[in-house]
């Protein structure tokens, strides 16, 4: 069985039957744009997320974005956002022509370094969006201290992590992307909980901020043809709604699942020197939308061809930290040395829900048999 990233053909066949019958219903009705399904998915994330409101729209990437226009920022206000991340993150903030500020990211968790932020902030400083990065989420307890100190807003970045539970100090838990003011998800196909085309969401407890997500989202209208500001277009559409509600019910089957073949990996690869495996926090569980190792010694771009040539797939996120992306390199010129050592070294194997154990024991054997060639006296 060919081994995949992220296997969507056998997940889809595993729920075939709902998500042809949901598919089915909307063309019945014809309902394409803000049919009753979207309400209704809404309405089930936010159940499952415990947060009062859920705003639908196209993407992951339009999320974060509409999130920052309902904070009325100013141009060259500054944003900090980890340097280890997808573009998107950093992407948005340029565009609203907002200055994104760069933090190193943790060693062990990848996620943004909140001992470094408060270096960070200055008189320009408006927000920080945490990115929940792999599937677990930032240190949001501290964070949330230095932003409430500050008086800064908090914008997650949870495309990553959705469904992950973050447990605070004084024994109170909340979902990844309900914590700060606002959080954003994305629905593309290979996240935990993906439709099949694109889509994204916005989570908040808040009202006001609530009801001008929408507006933006709606072309700046709160009633058709009055547009009381600047906004967009950014639906999620009834089609995909319809199959991410079939989707949302398996969430918690797909956690267990991704976690199950973690488990294995952590077994089956613990103690080869020269890879470091996934460190779980003790106060998040972890959903592993990715399960990255690191590679040391300079040998991941070794390991990832010596997969390939077995028919095992890897991906790097990310090879190159934002600073150094050409794009970003006027707007910071610092460095940071574990991002730019991270990307040297990171490496994201097969994980998802359909994993065989025919498939994790052949991905382990193949990682042990490159590093006791590679280093046969150890």
């Known amino acids: 069985m060919k081994i995949e990233m992220v296997d969507l053909h056998r997940q889809y066949e595993r729920i075939k039957e709902e998500v042809n019958e949901q598919i089915q219903e909307v063309l019945n009705s014809c309902a394409f744009i803000n049919g009753p399904q979207v309400k209704e998915f809404c309405e089930n994330l936010a159940i499952y997320n415990n947060v009062k409101h859920v705003i639908p729209c196209a993407n992951g990437t339009d999320a974060l974005q509409i999130a920052l226009m309902t904070l009325d920022l100013k141009p060259g206000d500054e944003v900090i956002v980890p340097v280890h991340t997808y573009v998107a993150t950093a992407e948005v903030i340029a565009l609203l022509q907002l200055t994104p500020v760069f933090v190193d990211c943790e060693d062990r968790f990848f996620s943004i370094d909140v001992t470094q932020i408060e270096d960070k902030i200055t008189s320009k400083t408006k927000a920080i969006v945490p990115v929940h990065l792999y599937g677990q989420c930032a240190d949001m307890d501290k964070l949330l201290s230095i932003a409430q100190k500050y008086h800064l807003y908090v914008i997650e970045d949870a495309a990553q992590a959705i469904g992950a539970e973050y447990h605070f100090p004084d024994g109170h838990s909340s979902m990844a992307g309900c914590m700060g003011n606002m959080g954003t998800t994305s629905f593309f196909p290979s996240k935990n909980l993906g439709g099949y085309g694109d889509g994204g969401a ?93 590679v040391t010694n300079d040998r991941r771009d070794a390991l990832k061809a010596f997969l390939q040539e077995e028919g095992i797939p890897s991906m790097i996120y990310y090879p190159i930290p934002l600073h150094q992306q050409k794009g970003y390199q006027k707007v910071n010129t610092a460095s940071f040395p574990t991002a730019e050592r991270l990307s040297r070294e990171v490496l994201s194997i097969p994980i998802h829900t359909e994993m065989t154990k025919q498939q994790l024991e052949y991905i382990t054997h193949t990682i042990r048999s490159f590093f006791e060639t590679e280093f046969p006296n150890k």
Do not use: E, W
């Open 202 to 294: 916005i989570f908040t407890n808040d009202d006001d901020l609530a009801q001008k997500a929408k507006m933006i989202a709606n072309h700046g209208q709160r009633i058709k043809y009055h547009h009381d500001m600047i906004g967009c277009n950014s639906r999620l559409d009834t089609l995909q709604a319809a199959i991410l509600n079939v989707k949302l019910r398996y969430l918690n089957d797909y956690k267990i699942a991704r976690n199950s073949a973690a488990d294995y990996y952590d077994h089956a690869l613990n103690g080869i020197d020269g890879l470091i495996l996934p460190h779980r926090k003790s106060n998040c569980t972890h959903v592993f939308h990715q399960y990255t190792i690191r």
